[in-house]
């Protein structure tokens, strides 16, 4: 081997090896400048405010500031497509909730998010909560469902969308307990507590977190919880959830944080571990359950795993309810 080609040789290996030191180096500096996060709802919402309170504590473990951008619109899709076509380097991460799930299920969403997406952490549960104004004479979900069975289709709920959680979890209702209720679309939450705390429409079921400020404020009534378990929070705790009155009806709300499929290993690890510390930590955890919710961290694993088995779930859910179909003839 002549000299000339002895230093192409040497020159070759020498890039190649600097390349390969170059990826682990970048890893170990990241974050090298701010990250972005997508919210794919409106600012103020209970995602929106959970996302701050995570995000700002996680920007001080990384050293680097993490930006919300809300991208509201069409079912939290306009968001969730930004997320998943964003560039797969860690830079840009999103707030995830169990509407992910949903989507794809009805035939409308681009993409199959639970695929689409990387898992990075869940941080929250959020049961629905069944609630009415302070002045109707439904003083116990009991009494609420004898009147509907006397009085069928004339009760009227409020819903933000039809098949999210605020439809499915009075749907199952209705069907457990064989009564007749109907359910009232608005655009948005705002609208329907509006709707709710003018009278114009009987009773709602939604985030416990939307609706404390109004709880306390003596406006509103909880009747009954959709989780698998009591709320831990001091103002649901004597809520009872519907299996406890007898009722197959069970949906919780989640909150998380994903990012475009394909992130490096060790830079998902570095992201998992931050907001593993953040959740962790009492005095984040003590803020989101003052809103009004439930800190409750999965990893990237746990979180991805959650995808998977609530795809399965729920799919059967919306369709024994009929939800599946009603949804997808909306849509033709």
Do not use: C
């Not at 497509?81 to 999103?94: F, H, K």
């Not at 009147?147 to 999210?164: L, M, S, V």
């Not at 406006?219 to 919880?225: E, I, S």
């Amino acid at each position: 081997m002549t000299n000339a080609a002895t230093r192409r040789l040497a020159l070759a290996a020498f890039g190649l090896t600097s390349v390969a030191m170059a990826f682990p180096a970048f890893a170990q500096t990241y974050p090298q400048r701010p990250i972005r996060v997508i919210v794919p709802f409106p600012a103020g919402g209970a995602t929106d405010i959970m996302g701050r309170i995570v995000t700002k504590a996680v920007e001080a473990r990384l050293g680097k500031p993490l930006i919300i951008e809300n991208k509201p619109g069409a079912g939290t899709m306009t968001g969730l497509n930004e997320l998943v076509g964003a560039r797969p380097d860690g830079y840009t991460i999103g707030m995830v909730t169990s509407t992910m799930v949903l989507q794809p299920l009805y035939g409308g969403s681009r993409h199959d998010y639970p695929t689409a997406l990387q898992p990075i952490a869940q941080i929250t549960v959020t049961p629905p909560v069944l609630v009415t104004g302070a002045d109707t004479p439904w003083k116990t979900a009991k009494v609420l469902i004898d009147d509907a069975k006397a009085n069928p289709r004339k009760i009227k709920y409020g819903i933000t969308g039809f098949g999210n959680s605020s439809h499915i979890g009075p749907t199952q209702l209705a069907r457990a307990a064989g009564i007749e209720i109907e359910p009232v679309s608005f655009d948005g939450g705002g609208t329907l507590l509006t709707a709710l705390l003018g009278g114009h429409i009987a009773v709602s079921a939604g985030s416990t977190v939307d609706y404390k400020p109004h709880i306390e404020a003596g406006k509103l009534r909880p009747l009954l919880n959709f989780g698998p378990e009591r709320s831990q929070d001091p103002l649901y705790k004597d809520v009872p959830t519907a299996k406890e009155l007898g009722y197959d009806a069970e949906i919780v709300s989640w909150t998380g944080v994903a990012a475009p499929k394909g992130v490096p290993a060790d830079i998902a690890g570095k992201l998992n571990e931050a907001f593993a510390a953040v959740m962790a930590d009492p005095e984040v955890k003590a803020a989101i359950a003052k809103l009004g919710s439930e800190p409750v961290h999965l990893d990237a694993a746990g979180f991805g795993a959650r995808w998977g088995s609530e795809t399965t779930k729920l799919r059967q859910v919306v369709t024994e309810t009929g939800i599946l179909e009603l949804v997808k003839s909306q849509k033709q």
